[in-house]
């Protein structure tokens, strides 16, 4: 789930893998709880390391002037992010030891209910994946054509709005909501960056902005307080002003999405996990099972990520 989430955005992963974590639980006889917090924890984490994990590291990629997105988030991410991939595992297990247990899987094959809805499903993954290749020899082969990282969104997207009987009842259970707030929260962002309040608050702390150290703690503290997506918003222009290097936006890509670690409210993925998990499972997460364990992993994914991008990729 974790590797996943690179590619298909991490929270598309908590809807999908949130009913197979529960069922994995089930046969496993493990706490529901420890499934679900292994998800959340696994696609915040696995979601850094590709510009098109998060929203966040879209943005960057995208007004970040970044030549070749993906093979610079894997340059600089890729291997702290499969570090912290295994501390979260260790910390899990440390927390949980009583509870886990060796099982055999039993994999059961779900009846397919639209087959041609499920071919076009795997039409668009395979999209996904000829486009994102494309990107980059595109650009290590310097060819002269506009690709921007939003054709790989939509192009996917086509065979199934297209030609798909179904394309009105899909089209109608787009989250249209969360849609429009995050357009309202882009006007508002722009609105707050224009009154000059967000650059007053960061000058105030007197730090150098443009540091990794600074980008790693502002990025992880602040987020908790307007959300990752809000924080990139606000402080990459700040970045991009002050002339920041490739090194100090992924520290900002690095910091801004592992802060969902810390608490609950810290990722929009950790929400509809749990909003999944109690609607539809009665399973849940409480704020403090969370915190727990978030605080301390966070920290350590903070200090790998500064180590890693110290030394440089």
Same mark, same amino acid.
């Given at each position: 789930m974790g590797i996943a989430a690179?590619?298909?955005m991490n929270d598309t992963l908590?809807?999908?893998?949130?009913?197979?974590?529960?069922?994995?639980a089930k046969q496993c006889r493990v706490p529901p709880k420890l499934m679900l917090l292994t998800l959340a924890f696994a696609i915040t984490i696995g979601s850094v390391m590709s510009p098109i994990g998060n929203p966040q590291n879209?943005?960057?990629?995208?007004?970040?002037?970044?030549?070749?997105? /993906?093979?610079?988030? =894997?340059? /600089?991410?890729? !291997?702290?992010?499969?570090?912290n991939f295994s !501390?979260? /595992?260790?910390?899990?297990?440390? =927390?949980?030891?009583?509870?886990?247990?060796?099982?055999?899987? $039993?994999?059961?094959? $779900?009846?397919?209910?639209?087959?041609?809805?499920?071919l076009l499903s795997k039409v668009s993954l395979v999209l996904i994946a000829i486009l994102v290749t494309a990107k980059i020899i595109i650009v290590f082969l310097n060819i002269p054509i506009d690709f921007r990282l939003t054709y790989i969104a939509l192009i996917p997207a086509a065979p199934i709005i297209i030609l798909s009987p179904r394309r009105v009842e899909i089209i109608k259970k787009i989250d249209w909501r969360t849609l429009v707030f995050f357009v309202a929260m882009f006007v508002l962002m $722009?609105?707050?960056? $224009?009154?000059?309040? =967000?650059?007053?608050?960061i000058t105030g702390l007197n730090l150098n902005i443009t540091s990794v150290v600074a980008i790693l703690m502002i990025s992880a503290l602040l987020s908790q307080l307007i959300s990752n997506v809000p924080l990139v918003a606000l402080y990459l222009p700040m970045l991009m002003n002050a002339g920041a290097s490739t090194k100090e936006l992924m520290a900002l890509a690095a910091g801004s999405t592992v802060a969902g670690n810390l608490f609950i409210l810290g990722a929009a993925g950790n929400i509809i996990i749990i909003q999944n998990g109690e609607k539809?499972?009665?399973?849940t997460i409480t704020f403090l099972d969370f915190a727990k364990i978030g605080v301390i992993l966070t920290a350590v994914n903070l200090l790998v990520?500064?180590?890693f991008l110290l030394v440089g990729a």
């Open positions: 690179a590619f298909l908590a809807i999908i893998g949130t009913p197979i974590v529960l069922l994995l879209v943005l960057i990629a995208i007004n970040g002037n970044i030549a070749n997105p /993906f093979v610079t988030f =894997f340059r /600089f991410l890729l !291997l702290p992010t499969m570090v !501390l979260a /595992f260790i910390l899990l297990r440390l =927390f949980y030891k009583q509870d886990l247990k060796s099982c055999a899987i $039993e994999h059961s094959e $779900e009846p397919v209910k639209d087959r041609k809805l499920t $722009e609105s707050v960056w $224009e009154s000059g309040l =967000f650059q007053s608050v539809k499972y009665r399973k990520y500064w180590l």
